[in-house]
Every structure is written in C-alpha cells, then in structure tokens.
C-alpha cells in the first residue's frame, strides 16, 4: 500500500491541475470513515479526576463522602450540625485491623440497650453507636451489621416525638450506608429509604438535613441506588428544599448536591422521575451561595446530556457566569452544560454562539487549567461541524491560530480535541475556509502534535484527501500536503477495513 501510495505521488503532475482535479474527483471514502466522521460531534467527554471539589462529580462512587467537607464527622456532639465526611470503605487487611478493636461485649451491650424502655437510654445507646461509627480511622461498620443493630436504628427513625433520637439514628444509618456497596445494601433492604424521604419533611431542621444527607450518599453510590431513592417521589421533595430561601444554609447546599446526584449516571434516570428537578432547576441556577450554584449548574449539564431542552432557557445565565467567575468547578459546569447544547442540534448550536460564546473562548483557550482547554475545544469542535456559516463565526471571532497554537504546544489528550476541530473543519467548509486554515499552517501542526491522536490524524488526512479536488485552484497545498504525509506515513499504514482499502486503490 504503501508503495501504491508512493508511486502515485511521483506521477503527478502538478502543471496539468485539471486533469488531477477530475481524476480525484472521483475519490472514495469509505463507510467506515464518513461513520466515524459523524461521530466527531456526538462523542462522549470525560473529564479527568482531580482531588477538587469537581472530582466527586467525576467518580462514580462515595464521592461526596469523601470530597465535599473537610472536617470528619468527629465523636463530639457539637459537631453534630455541622456535617462532614464518610469515608471509602478500608482494604481486607485494615478490616482485619479493625476488627482487633472493637469491644464485642460493649457493641452488644449498647445495641441491646437501644431496645430498653426507657427513652433516655435508648438516646444514650444510639449516641454511642453513632460515634462510633464516626470515627475518621476504620469505623465499624460490618460489627454493627453483624451485630443486628440496623432494624433498631430503622425503627428509631420513626420516634417523631423524639427528633433528638431520630437525628443520632438518621446520622449512624448515613454513616452504615458509606460503606462498601454489600453494607449499602444492608441498610437499604432494612426498609430505611422511604422513611428517610418522609422525614424531608419533619419540622426538625436537623433532622431534615440528616434525612437529606443519607439519601444523597444512597443516590451517589450508583444508578439502581439512585433510581430507588427517585421512585419513592423524593425529587420533588429536595427541589421545595433547595428553593426554600428560610432553611438553613447547610440544608439548602445538601439538597442542592443530591439534586446533582439525582441528574448524574448511566444509564440515565428515566425522565419522569428528574421532570420536577427540571422544572424549577433554573431558579436555582445563579443562586447567590457559590456551593448551591455549582451543584445546581452541575445537575443541568448532566441533566442537558439527555435532555437538551432543560438547558436551552438557561443559557443567557451560563454566558454570563461563564464570563465572570474564577471557580474551576462552575466554570467546568457553565462550559460543560453549554457545550452539551452545542453537540445537539442546529437551533441549539446557533443559539448559544448568537448568545456570545465565541469572544469567551479566547481566553478560556489560554486557561491554566488543561481540562478547560480541552472542554474549549470540544466545544468549538462541535461548532464548526455545523457548516460553513459557524465556521465563518469561529474565523471571526479570531479562535484558529490560537487553536493551532495551543494544540502544537499542549497535552496530547487536548490536543486530540483540537484536531477534531481541523478535521470537521476540512469536512464541512468551503474552499475558502479549508484555504484559510492551511495557510496558517494546520498540515505542519497535523505532522508536529498530536501523538496521543494517531488515528485521528489518519482520519484526517483522509478527510483533506477527499477535499483535494476544492485544495487544487494552488498547487502548494497539494505538493505541501504530499511532502508531509510521505514525511510521517499517515497514509502508509495498513487498513484493516477493505472499505478503507479502497481509498489508496482508487488514486492508483
């Protein structure tokens, strides 16, 4: 093949322009390349974790427990309103550690006494369960499984004369349901959620924001968790929370944050049981508390990933934000929930560039931080894909040459989103567009970046092949195009698919 392709650059013969022209007219490029061309603006993105408050977003498990608060929920009583962490579950040998530390004798005492008569005991029994299982070191969840005390604890929760009770019972359930997903399940199958999403409403606050928590830590541990906890008609519930300027902060930020668990995961939630997040999602977008504001724009870029119309009445608020804060995570969120919209479809796409995207990207192209290069990228890819008249709005707006520079210059993996936006460039311009972007030196940019991005550049290559015939009224770009492609033998690799095989044939 390689060969083939070889000779054929030597027969040519550039001062007969017409003759080429028509004899590549006829090029073919085969189904699994125009398939793959298509996808370029329908791909999914995935954004790498970090230890910020944006990787809990990123994870699949646990992330809150282990991101949102900096301070464990500690054995002090005076901690009890404050909130906190509960951790990953520990490896078999700090199981093993574990167990050597707890007094069997006084776990089965104390359980026991939470079945005593007198309600001032089974307060100081729950209270001792509870602070044992918050210790920030190898709490004991799997004894206090094994030791039965969970169906108790269950039964506390409904003590509605006894809010105190059903606090330390709600915060050692919360604190079970943290472990590993086996342990998760032990509380579920007790019967714990549905009483969890009624004591939403108990008049308590603390006991609200406990209930609060527990189900958003349920939610965050996968979609079947997720999925129960909304078909018991919680979602609702969290967003009459979350709206409710007169509770406190702290209630108000953990609704918000499982409102974003609620939105998240695949397979995603059936649409009827998020419809009320949906609904009422943009009165909390903007919120004045930072916290509220990013979970909330978190839940409608994951929420716009399935259903785009949720984000389109948004999108004046996400320009906005997006052009004037300095937080990475709301500034991933804004971008990520607009660039959701621009991979959709053409009414969606120009409505977000005519709401003023494009003059923002310049310096985003320029951020510290490669995650919003690469959702920059990505999201100018799936612009220009829209054809000539976004194209002409990208050149204007005076992206390309920076593009080009930052992706010779910055990590592979943005660098791969920089040649999708080359790539659909090729694909969906006209002559003057393609011309425009080879004189500010994209072929030398496909020969000197993009080594985590082989293939794609193959790709491309294959899509500049078949816009050879629009490249010919100049020479140079042909015979520069030859030199670099026998250069670094982007056409010189074996094709597995005969479809794409034919591609070499038919030049030769």
Not at 391 to 403: H, R, Y
Not at 463 to 474: A, G
Request: proline letters at 4%; glycine letters at 6%.
């Amino acid at each position: 093949m390689a060969e083939r392709l070889a000779g054929f650059l030597q027969t040519i013969d550039f001062s007969d322009l017409s003759s080429l022209t028509a004899k590549l007219t006829n090029l073919k490029v085969g189904s699994k390349l125009r398939n793959r061309l298509r996808q370029f603006r329908t791909r999914e993105k995935k954004v790498s974790t970090t230890t910020t408050r944006l990787a809990r977003f990123a994870q699949l498990q646990h992330y809150k427990r282990n991101m949102l608060y900096s301070a464990f929920r500690g054995t002090s009583d005076a901690g009890a309103a404050a909130g906190g962490d509960a951790k990953k579950p520990p490896s078999a040998a700090s199981e093993r550690e574990k167990s050597t530390r707890v007094d069997w004798n006084k776990l089965r005492e104390t359980t026991s006494q939470m079945n005593s008569p007198d309600v001032g005991e089974v307060y100081a029994a729950v209270g001792i369960i509870r602070r044992m299982l918050s210790v920030e070191r190898f709490p004991p969840i799997q004894e206090v499984i094994d030791v039965g005390a969970i169906p108790r604890l269950v039964e506390l929760l409904t003590f509605k004369d006894h809010p105190r009770i059903q606090f330390e019972s709600a915060w050692a359930l919360t604190n079970l349901a943290s472990g590993n997903t086996a342990q998760t399940h032990a509380v579920i199958n007790a019967g714990v959620v549905p009483i969890f999403v009624e004591l939403l409403e108990s008049p308590d606050n603390d006991v609200r924001s406990q209930a609060c928590w527990a189900l958003g830590n349920i939610s965050g541990d996968g979609p079947s968790f997720r999925d129960l906890v909304l078909n018991h008609g919680a979602a609702a519930k969290f967003v009459t929370i979350a709206l409710g300027v007169q509770n406190p902060l702290d209630l108000r930020r953990n609704a918000a944050w499982t409102i974003c668990n609620f939105c998240r995961g695949r397979p995603f939630p059936s649409f009827h049981l998020v419809e009320p997040i949906s609904q009422h999602l943009g009165n909390l977008v903007g919120d004045p508390d930072l916290e509220i504001n990013t979970d909330s724009c978190w839940a409608l870029a994951y929420l716009s990933e399935y259903h785009s119309a949720s984000a389109v009445p948004q999108i004046e608020k996400l320009i906005v934000m997006l052009r004037g804060t300095q937080n990475i995570s709301l500034l991933q969120a804004c971008l990520r929930a607009l660039g959701n919209l621009l991979s959709g479809n053409a009414e969606e796409t120009l409505a977000v560039v005519e709401a003023g995207i494009l003059p923002i990207f310049k310096p985003l192209l320029q951020s510290e931080k490669s995650s919003i290069r690469k959702e920059v990228c990505w999201s100018i890819s799936n612009i220009v894909s829209d054809g000539p008249m976004m194209i002409e709005q990208v050149i204007q707006a005076d992206l390309l040459q920076l593009l080009i520079n930052t992706c010779t210059q910055d990590s592979p993996d943005v660098q791969k989103e920089g040649i999708f936006v080359i790539c659909n460039i090729f694909s969906e311009g006209n002559e003057a567009q393609v011309a425009h972007i080879l004189d500010l030196g994209c072929l030398r940019l496909l020969k000197e970046g993009f080594r985590g991005a082989k293939n794609v550049i193959t790709e491309g290559v294959a899509v500049l092949l078949r816009k050879v015939p629009k490249l010919l009224f100049s020479a140079k770009y042909f015979e520069e195009f030859a030199e670099e492609a026998m250069d670094n033998g982007m056409m010189l690799q074996k094709r597995e698919d005969d479809e794409d095989d034919e591609l070499l044939r038919t030049v030769s």
